[in-house]
């Protein structure tokens, strides 16, 4: 099976009753060849060469393992690939895959309708980026052996095209085409059309294209999603089931691919999701795969997909097939394998560690085009044993529901970036995880902030969005990516190697310090329903610039000392006041199972006890009790502990008035000896402030220092963030490699900058 499966895609043909000759599989005997075929006699570089062969009746062309043949006989698989031989004279095996063609059109309801044109074929893509006359040989592996079936030549002229994405080995944590350039993602998940099918693509992808963005991401996988390839058949005769592949939704990703090629955009092809592999949980849609039993799949319960060796047979010719009909493209970006892994059910990790190892092995060999592979975790912290594997050539992390979403993304991206040295990209966020707060940000505050924490965490790309139908779309929030593209246009990624920039000093530029210190919002990045550090008591030190340490360990959720005890998990805060101040917990929801409590001792002396009784057993979260509790605290050094101390969980976050000795702004930056990239965010304009009419505190001017510079003479430009242009640009000489910025007065957004040196 493993020497099949290096070979490459393989073509069955079930004979008709009246024809027993393998020769049927390519419309019979010796003239086979002249049904072969070319596209074209010559193509530019990378641009996509296309063989087409006829083929006789057959009961499941997909798949390697089958071929009709007289009764009480057996036969090895019928294989068809073509080797193509390169100008340089490497041998490229591209293995052929069965395509049926289709013809698109609106119903009455303005839904996409597919309709199929002909009968099925086989086909084999090539594309490649020497320039040069080209040969192929096309050959058939049956039951009697291995034949020729064809043979012919082409050439490939220069042409515009950058070619195919890799991971860059002079600037490892970022990205880089064959030819030229980097590559930086700026995009959003469009994962699946709604009833408009690609109709809908036709609608989102330009608007996306036009405001600079260059990559999306689709989901092939599930059988509501139009794209869904491997899915469960709705009736007898419909071509679909296990181990067969949908071509309605294999047609509409052809159309996306071609889409994206015309439109400069790049494509993440996530392979599959959890839900294939998820019961008892929100999405799962165990009931609805083809690998479960009761469907006439291999697995009894879900993970049997992660360790039965039919389930994984039949996952490696569903990779064959993917990199044989979209390997050739430079338009695909990157494998995922899974969509959000850890969510499956019974979940094991160096199960899974050992699965990814294994298809990332098989992927390769049959991918003669070598895309990046990668896969993706509902916790933003992912999966060590898996992340760590050298074979996936970047990690990824996922967010939602996070109070202050700049702090966490830059947060996560740089930890995993530290990790392990590895391209990164917040490859999904959102305000939650159900899009009810989408409504509530029609300026796309979430959006903004998100694209602009990501790209100046040191990711490979933008932070991306999630909701691309219900947020982006009607709410037409692209401006926020044509801004963030605008910065990043003329930025050579892989040329500058960016690190984050060393931070020396910040403060008030004199006569702009404010009347009172500044408030500091501690937003907790940690929700974990399992045994864990953040689901334990821990111990927290909030300093003067509002930095917190621990900060991974701090949990959104207090739990109770009742229906999880064990995760009850008090937090102590040692706090230092420059004046007196006020101490306060933010709620954001209780649980309606039992309710809550809130304690606030101060010095080891009680000063708050709140009760959040469950007065609605029918309501699952209750909002009733959302609001700020808080407790007056005198200047100097105090610890304080937070404490549930009732049946369930809360929400929580936290916020210190009178606290801050330095402006309350966060700067994320980029730099080498000679430039940097910087962004200050007034670190109170979130989504989560701005809902509950918490406006900004308008910030005055003020100095940041940044140093490791070579010394001369520099440039720096600063950005309106919202139009993407520069708006002002001053010079500045460092003797001592130190560059100084000065914000404007009354921030209550956020700005950039780019420095340069200038000689």
């Given at each position: 099976?493993r020497?099949?499966?290096?070979?490459?895609?393989?073509?069955?043909?079930?004979?008709?009753?009246?024809?027993?000759?393998s020769?049927?599989?390519?419309?019979?005997?010796?003239?086979?060849?002249?049904?072969?075929?070319?596209?074209?006699?010559?193509?530019?570089?990378?641009?996509?060469?296309?063989?087409?062969?006829?083929?006789?009746?057959?009961?499941?062309p997909?798949?390697?393992?089958?071929?009709?043949?007289?009764?009480?006989?057996?036969?090895?698989?019928?294989?068809?690939?073509?080797?193509?031989?390169?100008?340089?004279?490497?041998?490229?095996?591209?293995?052929?895959?069965?395509?049926?063609?289709?013809?698109?059109?609106?119903?009455?309801?303005?839904?996409?309708?597919?309709?199929?044109?002909?009968?099925?074929?086989?086909?084999?893509?090539?594309?490649?980026?020497?320039?040069?006359?080209?040969?192929?040989?096309?050959?058939?592996?049956?039951?009697?052996?291995?034949?020729?079936?064809?043979?012919?030549?082409?050439?490939?002229?220069?042409?515009?095209?950058h070619?195919?994405?890799?991971?860059?080995?002079?600037?490892?944590?970022?990205?880089?085409?064959?030819?030229?350039?980097?590559?930086?993602?700026?995009?959003?998940?469009?994962?699946?059309?709604?009833?408009?099918?690609?109709?809908?693509?036709?609608?989102?992808?330009?608007?996306?294209a036009?405001?600079?963005?260059?990559y999306?991401r689709?989901?092939?996988?599930?059988?509501?999603?139009?794209?869904?390839?491997?899915?469960?058949?709705?009736?007898?005769?419909?071509?679909?089931?296990?181990?067969?592949?949908?071509?309605?939704?294999?047609?509409?990703?052809?159309?996306?691919?071609?889409?994206?090629?015309?439109?400069?955009?790049?494509?993440?092809?996530?392979?599959?999701?959890?839900?294939?592999?998820?019961?008892?949980?929100?999405y799962?849609?165990?009931?609805?795969?083809?690998?479960?039993?009761?469907?006439?799949?291999?697995?009894?319960?879900?993970?049997?997909?992660?360790?039965?060796?039919?389930?994984?047979?039949?996952?490696?010719?569903?990779?064959?097939?993917?990199?044989?009909?979209?390997?050739?493209?430079?338009?695909?970006?990157?494998w995922?394998?899974?969509?959000?892994?850890?969510?499956?059910?019974?979940?094991?990790?160096?199960?899974?560690?050992?699965?990814?190892?294994?298809?990332?092995?098989?992927?390769?060999?049959?991918?003669?085009?070598?895309?990046?592979?990668?896969?993706?975790?509902?916790?933003?912290?992912?999966?060590?044993?898996?992340?760590?594997?050298?074979?996936?050539?970047?990690?990824?992390?996922?967010?939602?529901?996070?109070?202050?979403?700049?702090?966490?993304?830059?947060?996560?991206?740089?930890?995993?970036?530290?990790?392990?040295?590895?391209?990164?990209?917040?490859?999904?966020?959102?305000?939650?995880?159900?899009?009810?707060?989408?409504?509530?940000?029609?300026?796309?505050?979430?959006?903004?902030?998100?694209?602009?924490?990501?790209?100046?965490?040191?990711?490979?790309?933008?932070?991306?969005?999630?909701?691309?139908?219900?947020y982006?779309?009607?709410?037409?929030?692209?401006?926020?990516?044509?801004?963030?593209?605008?910065?990043?246009?003329?930025?050579?990624?892989?040329?500058?190697?960016?690190?984050?920039?060393?931070?020396?000093?910040?403060?008030?530029?004199?006569?702009?310090?404010?009347?009172?210190?500044?408030?500091?919002?501690?937003?907790?990045?940690?929700?974990?329903?399992?045994?864990?550090?953040?689901?334990?008591?821990?111990?927290?030190q909030?300093?003067?610039?509002?930095?917190?340490?621990?900060?991974?360990?701090?949990?959104?959720?207090?739990?109770?000392?009742?229906?999880?005890?064990?995760?009850?998990?008090?937090?102590?805060?040692?706090?230092?006041?420059?004046?007196?101040?006020?101490?306060?917990?933010?709620?954001?929801?209780?649980?309606?199972?039992g309710?809550?409590?809130?304690?606030?001792?101060?010095?080891?002396?009680?000063?708050?006890?709140?009760?959040?009784r469950?007065?609605?057993?029918?309501t699952?979260?209750?909002?009733?009790?959302?609001?700020?509790?808080?407790?007056?605290?005198?200047?100097?050094?105090?610890?304080?502990?937070?404490?549930?101390?009732?049946?369930?969980?809360?929400?929580?976050?936290?916020?210190?008035?009178?606290?801050?000795?330095?402006?309350?702004?966060r700067?994320?930056?980029?730099?080498?000896?000679?430039?940097?990239l910087v962004?200050?965010?007034?670190?109170?304009?979130?989504?989560?402030?701005?809902k509950?009419?918490?406006?900004?505190?308008?910030?005055g001017?003020?100095?940041?220092?940044?140093?490791?510079?070579?010394?001369?003479?520099?440039?720096?430009?600063?950005?309106?963030?919202?139009?993407?242009?520069?708006?002002?640009?001053?010079?500045?000489?460092?003797?001592?490699?130190?560059?100084?910025i000065?914000?404007?007065?009354?921030?209550?957004?956020?700005?950039?900058?780019?420095?340069?040196?200038?000689?």
């Amino acid at each position: 099976m493993r020497e099949i499966a290096l070979a490459a895609i393989a073509l069955a043909s079930v004979l008709s009753a009246g024809a027993r000759s393998s020769a049927a599989l390519l419309g019979g005997g010796p003239t086979a060849a002249s049904g072969l075929a070319q596209s074209a006699q010559s193509v530019l570089q990378y641009q996509k060469l296309e063989l087409t062969l006829p083929l006789a009746s057959y009961a499941n062309p997909f798949d390697p393992e089958e071929v009709d043949i007289p009764a009480g006989e057996r036969s090895s698989a019928a294989l068809l690939e073509a080797v193509f031989t390169t100008p340089s004279g490497r041998a490229v095996k591209v293995p052929g895959f069965y395509y049926q063609d289709f013809e698109r059109s609106r119903d009455a309801g303005g839904g996409e309708r597919l309709s199929a044109i002909g009968t099925g074929v086989f086909k084999i893509r090539f594309a490649w980026g020497e320039v040069g006359s080209y040969s192929y040989q096309v050959t058939v592996r049956e039951a009697q052996g291995k034949r020729q079936i064809g043979s012919g030549r082409f050439a490939v002229r220069p042409g515009p095209d950058h070619g195919y994405i890799r991971r860059s080995k002079e600037a490892p944590l970022y990205f880089e085409f064959d030819r030229g350039p980097s590559y930086f993602a700026i995009g959003e998940n469009v994962c699946w059309p709604g009833g408009g099918g690609t109709y809908d693509y036709d609608t989102w992808l330009p608007k996306l294209a036009a405001s600079g963005g260059n990559y999306f991401r689709i989901w092939m996988a599930n059988n509501w999603n139009p794209l869904g390839l491997e899915v469960l058949s709705t009736s007898s005769d419909d071509g679909r089931g296990l181990g067969r592949y949908d071509q309605r939704a294999a047609w509409r990703i052809d159309q996306l691919l071609d889409s994206a090629h015309q439109l400069d955009l790049r494509v993440l092809m996530c392979i599959e999701s959890f839900n294939t592999v998820a019961s008892g949980i929100e999405y799962a849609a165990w009931d609805q795969s083809p690998y479960r039993a009761a469907n006439g799949g291999p697995c009894a319960k879900p993970f049997d997909f992660f360790t039965k060796l039919e389930a994984e047979r039949l996952f490696k010719r569903r990779l064959r097939y993917i990199a044989a009909r979209w390997g050739y493209s430079t338009s695909v970006f990157a494998w995922e394998l899974w969509n959000e892994v850890d969510q499956a059910t019974g979940y094991q990790s160096e199960k899974v560690a050992d699965w990814h190892r294994e298809m990332c092995v098989y992927l390769r060999a049959s991918d003669p085009w070598a895309h990046p592979i990668t896969t993706s975790f509902a916790d933003p912290n992912g999966d060590k044993a898996v992340d760590k594997l050298t074979m996936l050539d970047f990690v990824q992390s996922h967010g939602y529901g996070m109070r202050d979403e700049a702090g966490a993304i830059s947060d996560f991206s740089r930890r995993k970036i530290e990790a392990y040295r590895k391209p990164h990209l917040f490859g999904e966020f959102g305000a939650d995880v159900e899009g009810t707060e989408n409504a509530s940000d029609p300026e796309g505050i979430h959006l903004h902030n998100g694209l602009w924490a990501g790209m100046l965490s040191g990711s490979a790309g933008t932070a991306m969005i999630w909701w691309w139908d219900s947020y982006v779309e009607p709410q037409d929030l692209y401006h926020h990516f044509a801004s963030v593209a605008a910065f990043a246009r003329e930025v050579d990624w892989v040329k500058e190697a960016y690190q984050p920039a060393t931070i020396s000093d910040m403060r008030f530029l004199s006569g702009q310090e404010p009347a009172v210190y500044p408030s500091v919002i501690v937003s907790p990045p940690a929700e974990r329903w399992e045994d864990s550090g953040c689901n334990e008591p821990q111990a927290f030190q909030i300093a003067g610039d509002g930095s917190v340490s621990n900060l991974r360990n701090l949990s959104r959720v207090l739990h109770g000392t009742v229906n999880h005890p064990t995760w009850h998990n008090p937090a102590t805060f040692q706090v230092d006041y420059p004046q007196a101040g006020r101490f306060e917990v933010m709620i954001g929801g209780v649980s309606g199972h039992g309710g809550a409590g809130l304690s606030v001792s101060l010095d080891a002396k009680m000063a708050l006890l709140v009760d959040f009784r469950d007065r609605d057993p029918a309501t699952d979260d209750l909002h009733d009790y959302d609001n700020w509790y808080g407790i007056d605290v005198p200047a100097g050094l105090h610890t304080i502990v937070v404490e549930n101390p009732g049946a369930d969980w809360c929400y929580v976050s936290y916020r210190l008035t009178n606290y801050l000795r330095v402006p309350n702004l966060r700067l994320l930056a980029l730099s080498n000896p000679h430039s940097a990239l910087v962004w200050v965010q007034n670190k109170e304009n979130t989504l989560w402030n701005h809902k509950r009419k918490l406006e900004p505190t308008p910030i005055g001017s003020s100095q940041i220092t940044l140093s490791g510079f070579e010394p001369g003479e520099y440039r720096i430009e600063q950005w309106d963030t919202y139009q993407g242009v520069r708006t002002s640009s001053t010079t500045s000489t460092s003797t001592d490699g130190s560059v100084v910025i000065t914000t404007p007065a009354g921030l209550t957004t956020d700005v950039a900058y780019k420095v340069r040196q200038s000689r």
